[in-house]
């Protein structure tokens, strides 16, 4: 049947109605959002303690899926060589600074003279000096951004200062010595059973690295030169070490721990020695071998005075893979984790020492962490050009002092040898 005129231009109005229908409703549907995925290696905090700030990138941006990958600290930097053989690299991933001069050719450095609000200006407000000099090289690139700032306190045991009638922790290492006699417990066989104080030893106490590099800094050494020459041999250092020794050498007044003992840590934990000195992230592997410890912290003894004592600090450091194919978008996330806000949700979700210097003046007295917040300022950090390196040089020093005979200054001054000989290396 065939259709009239009038038919056919009914039938020709529908069709073209319906086509352009069909174009309309295609020209306003929403494009398929391509999903992005951004893979993370973390330390420290796992992925339930970190999932509320991952949460709130994704509100920002949808399209952003986060792999967030909790790796063992021991095997970060063999996990991270097979990454890289096998072209799977992180997009960002998290170190201690001093690892930076090992990751220094793995990571993203990003030159902030060609940004206008995330820029050297901005971070200089934000941060203390003693971080930015190094995340800022050159005072113009970025390496990453610091989650936190942790500094070492004194951890005693309160029971022990209670029996004891002690009320009040010592706030100078003169008062440490004087406490240790007091404190020190020694059996019929002249063992120690309670030792004062975890220090003196080179096998046996953790964060040792970092405690020898706090008291040379203290006798007013500055460990390495700008000219990449040691300054360990100089008088400030003899001064140092000697002090550090005197708690492990049987000939002295201070003699209170040695290497019978476990790590310091599980040795202050199990209540072996009643002070330690630790980091507050060291709370939790103390609370790991004794829940039930009666223990409170205090801030790091001064020698002359509060006002000229020097910490020693670390800082946990996002950085970028310079292998990562999204460059941008990993760089989005650093900005965003610089924001007060984030940094805030951080500290609330760790109770970690924050590195904003506003943050750290709004949480000072923090019961938790206070005592810690209120050291970052006056921390300082050195360059270590090879942390693993360098703790074989500190270690092999105390040998060549305790049992091989040799003098302090001849220690010391084959310890500086080392330092220039391997930096030239690296």
Do not use: C
């Amino acid at each position: 049947m065939s259709l009239t005129t009038s038919q056919k231009r009914i039938v020709f109005g529908l069709v073209s109605v319906f086509i352009l229908f069909l174009i309309l409703a295609f020209s306003f549907r929403k494009p398929k959002v391509q999903i992005v995925t951004l893979t993370i290696w973390a330390l420290e905090d796992n992925q339930k303690t970190f999932q509320p700030i991952l949460n709130q990138f994704r509100a920002l941006y949808p399209y952003v899926k986060i792999n967030y990958v909790l790796k063992d600290e021991q095997t970060f930097e063999e996990d991270y060589l097979k990454a890289l053989a096998d072209n799977n690299p992180p997009d960002l991933f998290m170190i201690y600074d001093s690892w930076l001069s090992s990751f220094w050719n793995r990571i993203y450095f990003f030159d902030l003279s060609r940004e206008k609000d995330f820029n050297v200006f901005y971070l200089q407000q934000v941060y203390p000096d003693n971080i930015l000099e190094r995340i800022l090289p050159e005072n113009r690139y970025l390496a990453g951004i610091p989650l936190y700032i942790d500094t070492l306190a004194l951890y005693y045991n309160q029971d022990v200062f209670n029996y004891l009638n002690i009320p009040l922790p010592p706030k100078s290492w003169s008062e440490v010595i004087n406490l240790i006699p007091k404190i020190r417990k020694v059996n019929q066989r002249g063992q120690i059973e309670r030792s004062a104080i975890a220090l003196g030893t080179i096998n046996n106490i953790n964060n040792f690295q970092d405690i020898l590099a706090m008291f040379l800094f203290n006798f007013g050494n500055s460990i390495i030169k700008e000219n990449k020459q040691s300054a360990l041999n100089e008088k400030t250092a003899q001064e140092a070490i000697n002090f550090y020794l005197q708690f492990s050498n049987p000939k002295s007044n201070s003699y209170t721990y040695n290497e019978n003992f476990p790590e310091s840590l599980k040795s202050f934990a199990e209540g072996k020695t009643a002070m330690v000195l630790g980091y507050y992230t060291d709370k939790k592997i103390i609370e790991n071998y004794n829940p039930l410890l009666n223990y409170k912290v205090t801030y790091l003894p001064y020698f002359k005075s509060a006002e000229t004592k020097i910490n020693y600090p670390k800082s946990l450091l996002v950085v970028v893979s310079d292998r990562s194919s999204k460059i941008n978008l990993a760089f989005t996330f650093l900005k965003f984790l610089s924001q007060r806000q984030t940094a805030e949700l951080y500290f609330t979700l760790t109770g970690k020492p924050p590195a904003r210097k506003d943050l750290i003046q709004a949480h000072l007295n923090d019961p938790k962490s206070g005592v810690f917040i209120q050291q970052i300022l006056t921390s300082k950090f050195f360059y270590q050009f090879n942390r693993e390196r360098i703790k074989e040089i500190f270690k092999t020093l105390l040998e060549e002092i305790v049992y091989q005979n040799y003098s302090v200054d001849q220690a010391l001054r084959r310890a500086k040898d080392r330092f220039e000989f391997y930096w030239q290396q690296k």
